[in-house]
Every structure is written in C-alpha cells, then in structure tokens.
C-alpha cells in the first residue's frame, strides 16, 4: 500500500504541474496579467483526477493493480 500511494501521488504532483503550464497561457500572456487562481484550480483540478484515475491502478506498484481491489476468487 505504501509503494501505491508513493506511486500515486508521484503522479498526480506530475499531473498538476503539467496542468499549471498548460494553463498559464491561457489565462495571461505576461506574468502579471496571469490569473494565479485559475491556474491553481486546474492543477488542483489535475491533481484530483490523477488520484482518481490511479484508483484503478498504476504500473509502477503492486503488478499495476488498485489497493481497492482485493483477490478474486474463482470457485468450482
């Protein structure tokens, strides 16, 4: 569990800070015409469906499978 969480948010800081470049031109083309509170939503925004999205599993820890998912069983 410890390697997963690492993993994930590994991921999402990763994620936020794509999202806070991707953003930064869109909201102002000179850094003081910037809109600081847009941009931190969206990372914000990115860093939420990051955790989300690696809910259903990340390659890096435990063989790519959710810590929310235990082992299934298939009986006779």
């Given at each position: 569990?410890?390697?997963?969480?690492?993993?994930?948010?590994?991921?999402?800081?990763?994620?936020a800070?794509?999202?806070?470049?991707?953003?930064?031109?869109?909201?102002?083309?000179?850094?003081?015409?910037?809109?600081?509170?847009a941009v931190?939503s969206?990372?914000?925004?990115g860093f939420?469906?990051?955790?989300?999205?690696?809910l259903?599993?990340?390659?890096e820890?435990?063989?790519?499978k959710?810590?929310?998912?235990?082992?299934?069983?298939?009986?006779?």
């Amino acid at each position: 569990m410890k390697t997963w969480i690492k993993a994930a948010l590994v991921r999402a800081l990763k994620t936020a800070a794509q999202t806070a470049i991707a953003a930064l031109p869109v909201t102002g083309f000179l850094i003081g015409e910037v809109n600081w509170l847009a941009v931190l939503s969206m990372a914000a925004g990115g860093f939420i469906l990051s955790l989300l999205t690696s809910l259903a599993g990340i390659p890096e820890a435990n063989d790519g499978k959710s810590p929310m998912m235990g082992e299934i069983e298939v009986g006779d």
